[in-house]
Every structure is written in structure tokens, then in C-alpha cells.
T-cell receptor, first 113, second 114 residues
């Protein structure tokens, strides 16, 4: 199984809502990543988890809260988002010793109204 | 991280071979060169990775000269479905340093015409 799955595919939320994005992989990878991608721009790294511990936080606002409950799951909790946070949110995984061989999920298209 | 420079866009026709060159003058000794492909509204897909000389897989070839200051992704006999953005990344793989996020440049928008 070389697939990374993400749910939901689409999400519309108001600025006062709390929602969560979910990512799952069953490749045995112990590194997982969250990226944000705005239209016609390259993906931007948000968070890196290595062996279920947060290892990199790219100065992301606290309204984004990552969680890695186990080696297969990665969540991104969203609270009090702004319209400018609307984007495609991508999850990826890799073996931690081969960080440049990342497998990406299809993404969650988030719209903040 | 070594900075990379790629053409912003390229055009070609079905059945042609397409070569996309990436410049990375400040590549470090431990750095590998990796290429990703991304279709609209999808996650990037790992295509190929190499350290020196030539690497080939079922999708593409990667040519790296001896000085490693540039690399060329070669896509043989392209089709319309190869229209996508292609990203060149340079960084330390297999260094034992643990997980590291990818820093994507602007990429090359390849457009294949019939």
C-alpha cells in the first residue's frame, strides 16, 4: 500500500468553527508532514513529525494545531481561521532517513468563509 | 539548502522528448537531486532522485554532470497527460539527519500540445 489518504476532500468552515483534517498512511513511514498550497504557488511546509514527535514547526500560527496520535495518523486541528487560510492542505509521509522521497496525499481543499 | 533555478514554463508536443534543466550552483556534497511532478489540485508525486551521472526509471531519466551544479530531467515521448508542474529539489537525503521538510521552488509548468 503506497497510498496516503486525506479526509475530507473538501471543507468549508466559518471563522468561528473548529474542524480537523485527517491524514493516514500504512507504509510504515515514521515521518509525516503538513504542507499548505495556495493557488498557482508551490507547496509550503508547515509541520514535520518524526517518530510521532513534532520536529519542525515553520512558524505556523497557533490557529493550526497538529497532532500525531500514532505512527499512521496525522491530524491538523483548525480553529478561528481567517479567509486567507483558504488553500489546499497536503499531507505527506516518508521514511525518516529518506526525507526527499515523500508520498503525498490528494489534499483537502479548505475554504474559510 | 541549495537554491534551484528552473525555467518557469516550457511547451512541447506529444511524442517529443522533453528536457527540463535545473541549476543548483551551491549544491552540497551530501545533497541529492530530486524531482516531483504535480497535477492541478493533486499532491506532488515523486518522480526520480539521483546523486551523480545518470539515473533512469520507468517514468524519466535524470542526468547529472560531474560538477553536479545542474541536472536535467528527461521525459521520453511525452503525452498530453504529462502536462504538469515539475519541481527540482536539492537536499540531504540518506544523511541520517532525520525527517526534513521539502522546500519547493516555483517549478516548471510543462504544457504538452497535440
Amino acid at each position: 500500500d503506497t497510498e496516503v489518504t486525506q479526509t475530507p476532500k473538501h471543507l468549508v468552515m466559518g471563522m468561528t468553527n473548529k474542524k480537523s483534517l485527517k491524514c493516514e498512511q500504512h507504509m510504515g513511514h515514521r515521518a509525516m508532514y503538513w504542507y499548505k498550497q495556495k493557488a498557482k504557488k508551490p507547496p509550503e511546509l508547515m509541520f514535520v513529525y518524526s517518530y510521532e514527535k513534532l520536529s519542525i514547526n515553520e512558524s505556523v500560527p497557533s490557529r493550526f494545531s497538529p497532532e500525531c496520535p500514532n505512527s499512521s495518523l496525522l491530524n491538523l486541528h483548525l480553529h478561528a481561521l481567517q479567509p486567507e487560510d483558504s488553500a489546499l492542505y497536503l499531507c505527506a509521509s516518508s521514511p525518516p532517513w529518506a526525507p526527499y522521497e515523500q508520498y503525498f496525499g490528494p489534499g483537502t481543499r479548505l475554504t474559510v468563509t | 539548502l541549495a537554491k534551484t533555478t528552473q525555467p518557469i514554463s516550457m511547451d512541447s508536443y506529444e511524442g517529443q522528448e522533453v528536457n527540463i534543466t535545473c541549476s543548483h550552483n551551491n549544491i552540497a556534497t551530501n545533497d541529492y537531486i530530486t524531482w516531483y511532478q504535480q497535477f492541478p489540485s493533486q499532491g506532488p508525486r515523486f518522480i526520480i532522485q539521483g546523486y551523480k551521472t545518470k539515473v533512469t526509471n520507468e517514468v524519466a531519466s535524470l542526468f547529472i554532470p560531474a560538477d553536479r551544479k545542474s541536472s536535467t530531467l528527461s521525459l521520453p515521448r511525452v503525452s498530453l497527460s504529462d502536462t504538469a508542474v515539475y519541481y527540482c529539489l536539492v537536499g540531504g537525503a540518506y544523511s541520517g539527519g532525520g525527517a526534513d521538510g521539502l522546500t519547493f521552488g516555483k517549478g516548471t509548468h510543462l504544457i504538452i500540445q497535440p
